[in-house]
């Protein structure tokens, strides 16, 4: 245990270009957004980095844009202005849930949506939401941008698609209307919690029948996952609870949760059971259906 | 409503003087007792720290920091046991800006802290018996300085085979934890009250059950913290976060190996205690003491949060098997009871926290036969201490399931079987002793269950099988007033007016948070003064008043507050005197009342508060006072565990309601319903924010709150990541409490105290109500949603 940080260059960017010059440039770097996983992963000495990179006042990535078919949000958005943003309100509220449910709001005043996103921790609140609403991210280096689809962009704990000078740029997310959809979260206590486990899902329907169901769920697996089994089985089958209590099972088939501290394996696979049922019970509600 | 029933005073010293008799403590005491009209007693009296500590002014051991200052960091052991080979201390030493590298042989006194056995280094000498004990010290010109050479003492351990369950340690005999015990049982009580054969061959009903309950962090906002200082006021003087400051004078004067009276203490504003700081505190000093000793330089010391949560004590975590009987009539006939605490690699406060359980292991009720046996028993885990409740939250748990499920087996009321065996005035408690006065718990409970409309619920509740079930419970509690048995307790403080009218007391009672000082002890001053409120001051937890006991034990404004009490009223007598002669009237006729001196009913003979003052310094009156007062004890039989246990017992009752969810195990406590009977309450608002703050601190150890070791005793959730305590949206709606003053004849104003209180039933409560709601009996701690959710499961309990 120990708590002093190890010496590091600082650089900081004051534009985007300029932090793409200084990645290109340095090699054994570290991006510095809000700091809020950062700082405490050198104190802990999960990285040892010669050199660090404070991109958090680069102002112009730090955005809603509402396009009308979808919703952009730059990666060094304040997770506060995302819960008290009226477009993310209107269009994705799923999003503004759980946001609101992270943290506390000193954390989510510095915490940006990119950084929760980029730390890759299987427990990230954002995940789940963003993967039901099928969103994608917009990466950017010197060599150009190209975009990944949220699903491919975590690739482990701590682990993510980004190529070594590579930064997130920002979310983009479809506006789909008419889906219905919820995020439920089961922490230890009722706020400024990590997550035992928290599943988003989004439903469309269509005459009584599932035309589309997604499923993802935090905190049981090295990253977050889609419980497509579970989403397969729903798809065109009517809306029943039978149905939904059957379909919430099959999450087991996607999930491979380990016990730590924070809950056991075994109670970890049987909340995500709940919570899935629970959730996809109040995505239909959003859309007035009750089951 | 107000009682008074005193038995006979059963000690009277002879002062034989006549003059002497006007000041002697027992005498000023029960005249303050029997006072009908009150000035500021008894009204909710804003603090006088409040608004310093609203705006952030106030000051704590960190914010006396000045750069230039030497900075320690402790180096912790990494083995849970074993025998230290070596120390090398050379390559920590080369590092820029270290000034020294401590370790045990550099202590210059004893390396002895242990306060109830003489089993405890303050720097491990030998070995290590815990994963977290300190082993070295490193100084440094500053923080990073000393962070970084921290890294490079290396130590050399020989492991040694190490054992965390208390129930295996107690068995064994290869593997010590302090070999010159010879055994890993560190201490044993034991009561035995008539004869439990014959109490279990009269009951119809029998339950026999194992209880287990946990430790818990003290969590306080403010870590432990020491700031040394050679030669300023002439001694070393140490400011320091520590409940006692005469304690850790005496620990820092044996440490260092100089007279106590070359060491002075000063405790600023403390961000809580619970005890913790009661134990650790003089520990920290001593180490920032050590420092400053060896270096010549002022020295600090700031645990993180992950040293604080490794190395001090934590309540006790506990095992408790428990029989007990009842006849059909619901009266109890007897309990056997053995409670097990794992006291970790030191003794520390072990054995009176043990006393303490076994002497409450009944619970407030009589019962005419009772066996307990009580094992402190050591292992490779960071040791317990001292925790709001001492040792009586864990087993008032078990006796309270083991009467919810002794009313279940008759078929009565849980509220009404206890209060068919309620101790109330002219019973005995299993220690055999009779209860001459103060104990107004049963009228406690009956309004308690009235107010939070007991009855209806546990009927409605308790019954439903769907996802969301709803249960009512209740936890009755009691705690003895002052140290156990005949262990010695006593009271002190100074006060002196000054010129212009203003009074100061100077007290070792300590502000750390619950107000005692800034709140209970101005009202006591100004009340027994006449002096107007604003014109007391008191300045607190310094070794430079009169030792007046520690600020733990709930005594801070009970025993601890008899002190300023007895000064000034000492203080009063000679001002009635004065008064009456400058009034022409009788002592007794003086009233001193807002800054106003005159005769009663006689408004026209008026001279103020400053006058009487200046005359008193012209005419030769002492305007200064100590208030000493040695509580008298009872006598004490360990062997058998009967006799006077404690002068006096305060008593505290909650009902609290809550619902399961039965899929997910989550626990909401909707409203708790507190009770206290703890004699006078001096200011109900400051009673009232320690009850809410024990409630909601009880509800975080029974639903959330746990320590996770891993196999080799290290603690794997020493932060605020996963060591989980409730927060502002967790807490429940706490109603108003009632309230039985219930006057002790020795407290300031017949107070008890109530630090503790509201806590030790908190486990007890929220367990039954969630048994209540299950139909499932919970007997182990704590409670948390997954522990719940396999109940559940286990039970069938849902689909
Ligand atoms: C007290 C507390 C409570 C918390 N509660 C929650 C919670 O409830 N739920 C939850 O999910 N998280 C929680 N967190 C974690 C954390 O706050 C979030 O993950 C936060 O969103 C991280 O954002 P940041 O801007 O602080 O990231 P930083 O710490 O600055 O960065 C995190 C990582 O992402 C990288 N990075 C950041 N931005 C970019 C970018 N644009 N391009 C490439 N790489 C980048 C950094 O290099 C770093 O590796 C909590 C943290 C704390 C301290």
């Given at each position: 245990m120990f708590y002093r940080i190890p010496k590091f260059n600082y650089y900081r960017a004051s534009t985007l270009d300029e932090a793409l010059d200084l990645v290109s440039s340095l090699n054994d770097?570290?991006?510095?957004?809000?700091?809020?996983?950062?700082?405490?992963?050198?104190?802990?000495?999960?990285?040892?980095?010669?050199?660090?990179?404070?991109?958090?006042?680069?102002?112009?990535?730090?955005?809603?844009?509402?396009?009308?078919?979808?919703?952009?949000?730059?990666?060094?958005?304040?997770?506060?202005?995302?819960?008290?943003?009226?477009?993310?309100?209107?269009?994705?509220?799923?999003?503004?849930?759980?946001?609101?449910?992270?943290?506390?709001?000193?954390?989510?005043?510095?915490?940006?949506?990119?950084?929760?996103?980029?730390?890759?921790?299987?427990?990230?609140?954002?995940?789940?939401?963003?993967?039901?609403?099928?969103?994608?991210?917009?990466?950017?280096?010197?060599?150009?941008?190209?975009?990944?689809?949220?699903?491919?962009?975590?690739?482990?704990?701590?682990?993510?698609?980004?190529?070594?000078?590579?930064?997130?740029?920002?979310?983009?997310?479809?506006?789909?209307?008419?889906?219905?959809?919820?995020?439920?979260?089961?922490?230890?206590?009722?706020?400024?919690?990590?997550?035992?486990?928290?599943?988003?899902?989004?439903?469309k329907v269509v005459e009584n029948k599932f035309a589309d169901v997604r499923i993802a769920l935090n905190s049981v697996a090295p990253t977050p996952v889609r419980a497509r089994k579970a989403e397969e089985y729903l798809k065109g089958k009517e809306v029943s609870l039978d149905n939904i209590t059957e379909a919430a099972k099959l999450v087991l088939h996607d999930i491979s949760p380990i016990s730590d501290v924070r809950a056991s394996a075994e109670y970890r696979k049987d909340m995500s059971v709940v919570l899935t049922r629970d959730s996809l019970i109040k995505s239909l509600e959003r859309i007035g259906i009750k089951v | 409503m107000i009682r008074f029933i005193f038995g006979r005073r059963n000690y009277y010293p002879s002062s034989g003087e006549i003059m002497a008799s006007m000041e002697d403590p027992y005498v000023l005491i029960d005249k303050w007792l029997r006072a009908k009209e009150f000035i500021v007693v008894g009204k909710g009296v804003a603090r006088a720290d409040a608004l310093e500590k609203a705006l952030g002014k106030a000051k704590y051991v960190e914010d006396y920091f000045q750069s230039g200052f030497l900075f320690i960091k402790q180096v912790l052991s990494t083995e849970p046991h074993a025998k230290i080979k070596g120390i090398n201390v050379e390559e920590a030493l080369r590092k820029p800006k270290v000034v020294k590298v401590i370790t045990a042989s550099d202590i210059p006194g004893e390396n002895q802290v242990g306060y109830a056995l003489p089993d405890q280094p303050l720097l491990a000498e030998g070995k290590v018996r815990f994963h977290g004990e300190v082993v070295a010290l490193v100084v440094a010109e500053d923080i990073d300085a000393a962070l970084e050479a921290s890294e490079f003492v290396r130590i050399n351990y020989e492991p040694l085979p190490h054992i965390l369950d208390p129930l295996e340690a107690l068995q064994r005999k290869d593997v010590l934890v302090h070999e010159e015990v010879g055994s890993n049982i560190a201490f044993r009580t034991r009561i035995r009250k008539g004869n439990v054969e014959e109490g279990f061959s009269k009951a119809d009903v029998i339950v026999e059950n194992e209880y287990r309950t946990h430790h818990q962090d003290h969590l306080y906002l403010e870590p432990e913290g020491a700031l040394a200082i050679p030669g300023l006021d002439g001694r070393l003087t140490v400011i320091t976060a520590a409940q006692y400051p005469h304690l850790a004078q005496s620990i820092i004067a044996r440490v260092l190996g100089v007279p106590a009276s070359d060491i002075k203490v000063i405790v600023p504003y403390m961000g809580g205690g619970f005890g913790g700081k009661d134990d650790e505190g003089p520990l920290t000093a001593a180490k920032a003491a050590l420092a400053a000793y060896l270096t010549g330089?002022?020295?600090?010391?700031?645990?993180?949060?992950?040293?604080?949560?490794?190395?001090?004590?934590?309540?006790?975590?506990?095992?408790?098997?428990?029989?007990?009987?009842?006849?059909?009539?619901?009266?109890?006939t007897a309990i056997d009871v053995t409670i097990v605490h794992d006291t970790g690699a030191y003794a520390n406060r072990g054995p009176f926290i043990l006393w303490r359980a076994t002497v409450h292991a009944s619970g407030p009720y009589h019962i005419p036969h009772a066996k307990v046996d009580g094992y402190c028993v050591y292992t490779n885990k960071v040791y317990q201490g001292s925790f709001r409740g001492f040792g009586n939250p864990s087993v008032q748990f078990a006796a309270e399931a083991q009467m919810d499920e002794l009313a279940r087996k008759l078929g009565i009321d849980p509220v009404e079987f206890r209060l068919r065996n309620m101790l109330r005035p002219g019973l005995t408690t299993i220690t055999n002793q009779l209860l001459d006065h103060s104990a107004g718990i049963a009228d406690a409970v009956e309004q308690l269950a009235k107010v939070s409309g007991w009855y209806s619920k546990r009927r409605e509740y308790g019954v439903s099988t769907g996802r969301f079930r709803r249960g009512i419970g209740i936890g009755v509690a009691w705690h003895g007033i002052s140290t156990s048995r005949g262990v010695p307790d006593w009271s002190n403080a100074y006060i002196k007016i000054d010129k212009d009218g203003s009074v100061t007391a100077f007290t070792g009672i300590v502000e750390m948070g619950q107000g005692s000082p800034t709140s209970s002890h101005r009202q006591i001053?100004?009340?027994?003064?006449?002096?107007?409120?604003?014109?007391?001051?008191?300045?607190?937890?310094?070794?430079?008043?009169?030792?007046?006991?520690?600020?733990?034990?709930?005594?801070?404004?009970?025993?601890?507050?008899?002190?300023?009490?007895?000064?000034?009223?000492?203080?009063?007598?000679?001002?009635?005197?004065?008064?009456?002669?400058?009034?022409?009237?009788?002592?007794?006729?003086?009233?001193?009342?807002?800054?106003?001196?005159?005769?009663?009913?006689?408004?026209?003979?008026?001279?103020?508060?400053e006058e009487l003052i200046k005359h008193a310094y012209s005419r030769g009156v002492d305007l200064s006072a100590t208030g000493y007062f040695f509580l008298p004890k009872g006598k004490f039989d360990d062997t058998v565990g009967q006799g006077q246990a404690y002068p006096a017992f305060s008593y505290v009752a909650m009902i609290a309601e809550v619902e399961v969810d039965t899929e997910t195990g989550k626990v909401r406590v909707l409203k708790v319903w507190p009770a206290l009977a703890a004699g006078r309450i001096i200011n109900p608002q400051q009673v009232e924010g320690q009850i809410e703050g024990a409630a909601v601190q009880g509800m975080g150890y029974v639903l959330m709150e746990q320590l996770v070791f891993d196999d080799k005793g290290r603690l794997l959730n020493p932060d605020l990541t996963d060591y989980v305590v409730p927060t502002a949206l967790d807490v429940p709606e706490i109603a108003k409490p009632v309230y039985v003053e219930d006057l002790f004849k020795y407290g300031p104003f017949g107070a008890k105290g109530v630090g503790e209180m509201a806590l030790i039933p908190a486990p007890a409560a929220i367990a039954n109500a969630v048994s209540h709601a299950l139909g499932v009996r919970i007997t182990k701690l704590p409670i948390t949603p997954e522990a719940v959710y396999f109940e559940v499961k286990k039970h069938g309990l849902i689909k």
């Open positions: 770097f570290k991006v510095l957004a809000g700091g809020t996983d950062l700082v405490i992963d050198l104190k802990v000495r999960r990285y040892t980095v010669k050199n660090v990179v404070d991109i958090s006042r680069i102002k112009e990535l730090d955005y809603i844009a509402d396009d009308g078919d979808r919703v952009r949000i730059g990666a060094l958005t304040k997770l506060q202005s995302i819960a008290d943003s009226p477009i993310i309100r209107e269009k994705v509220p799923v999003l503004a849930d759980a946001v609101r449910e992270m943290a506390s709001w000193q954390i989510r005043n510095i915490a940006t949506i990119g950084g929760n996103l980029c730390n890759a921790s299987p427990a990230a609140d954002t995940a789940p939401p963003l993967y039901v609403l099928n969103a994608t991210l917009r990466l950017v280096s010197k060599e150009g941008e190209r975009e990944v689809p949220i699903a491919e962009f975590f690739l482990g704990p701590r682990k993510t698609a980004l190529r070594s000078k590579e930064l997130l740029k920002e979310i983009v997310i479809p506006h789909e209307p008419g889906c219905g959809a919820s995020f439920l979260k089961l922490g230890r206590r009722n706020s400024f919690t990590l997550s035992v486990v928290a599943v988003a899902t989004l439903v | 330089q002022p020295s600090f010391i700031l645990y993180t949060r992950e040293e604080s949560m490794r190395s001090h004590p934590k309540r006790e975590a506990t095992i408790i098997k428990y029989k007990s009987g009842a006849s059909r009539d619901g009266k109890l001053v100004a009340e027994v003064l006449g002096a107007p409120i604003e014109k007391i001051k008191v300045t607190f937890g310094t070794s430079d008043a009169p030792d007046g006991g520690a600020t733990h034990a709930s005594r801070g404004t009970s025993i601890g507050a008899i002190g300023v009490l007895v000064a000034a009223a000492k203080i009063r007598e000679r001002l009635n005197k004065l008064a009456s002669e400058l009034l022409n009237c009788s002592p007794d006729e003086v009233v001193i009342k807002e800054g106003k001196v005159y005769v009663r009913g006689d408004i026209e003979r008026t001279i103020t508060w």
